[in-house]
């Protein structure tokens, strides 16, 4: 199983960034899925989180309305864009994927995800 994260980068504040998340390994439509995401000394944290169904998404109060995630379910691929990017949003973006039984569930934290991708990094400048 693997899940491999791309598209960080370095950005401007207010500039936006679309990251990537490919799956294989996995039928990744039973699978919900999500993005975290860990700055230099701080702890991983959630960011957004989507259904395996995509008609259900979850994000944290620090990144509503600036990020929407999305899934393609036929190229096993979960996105994140990223819109009115700030320094504080600089980190290892990483994302990961559960096993779903409710096509509506959607995770709420970084506990019990099955699978994790090795990271890309987003560096927003001021």
């Known amino acids: 199983v693997q899940l491999q994260a791309s598209g960080g980068g370095l950005v401007q504040a207010g500039g936006s960034l679309r990251l990537s998340c490919a799956a294989s390994g996995i039928t990744f439509s039973l699978y919900a899925s999500g993005w975290f995401r860990q700055a230099p000394g701080k702890e991983r944290e959630f960011v957004a989180a989507i259904s395996r169904s995509a008609g259900r998404t979850y994000y944290a109060d620090s990144v509503k309305g600036r990020f929407t995630i999305s899934r393609d379910n036929a190229m096993n691929t979960v996105y994140l864009q990223m819109n009115t990017l700030k320094p504080e949003d600089t980190a290892v973006y990483y994302c990961?994927?559960?096993?779903?039984?409710?096509?509506?569930?959607?995770?709420?934290?970084?506990?019990?995800?099955?699978?994790w991708g090795k990271g890309t990094l987003v560096t927003v400048s001021s």
């Open positions: 990961a994927a559960v096993r779903s039984y409710n096509r509506d569930y959607v995770p709420g934290g970084q506990g019990g995800m099955d699978y």
